[in-house]
């Protein structure tokens, strides 16, 4: 079993930015870790992903360029780094790993196992 807990959503200003940290209980190994967003009335959708064995990281086209993800396999800890935040970043993010043997689905959130409680992430313009 695995459970996530999510922290350091919040409010910022346009702009800004925001570190985001999701700590995982129990073993995680050969698998991806990965974080989505959901905007009210919006399907959940892919925001970032990591493979925990090599690192190799995975962006969708919105974000690229402005946040970075990264693990802490020491700490069990995945990070997305939210840099030059916009107003259309306002969401409630969730992070996800799916434990499976890996996949390739990294965008796809119904290849995830696991999920945190989601952590609301507001930005004002």
């Known amino acids: 079993q695995v459970q996530l807990v999510e922290s350091g959503g919040g409010l910022v200003q346009a702009g800004g930015s925001l570190r985001l940290s999701c700590a995982a209980s129990g073993r995680i190994f050969g698998s991806c870790a990965g974080w989505f967003r959901q905007a009210p009335g919006k399907v959940r959708e892919f925001v970032a992903a990591?493979?925990?064995?090599?690192?190799?990281?995975y962006y969708s086209d919105s974000v690229k360029g402005r946040f970075t993800i990264s693990r802490d396999i020491a700490k069990n800890t995945v990070y997305l780094q939210m840099n030059t935040l916009k107003p259309e970043d306002t969401a409630v993010y969730y992070c996800?790993?799916?434990?499976?043997?890996?996949?390739?689905?990294?965008?796809?959130?119904?290849?995830?196992?696991?999920w945190g409680q989601g952590t609301q992430v507001t930005v004002s313009s």
């Open positions: 990591i493979l925990w064995s090599d690192g190799r990281t």
């Open positions: 996800s790993v799916d434990v499976g043997p890996y996949s390739g689905s990294y965008s796809i959130k119904d290849a995830y196992d696991y």
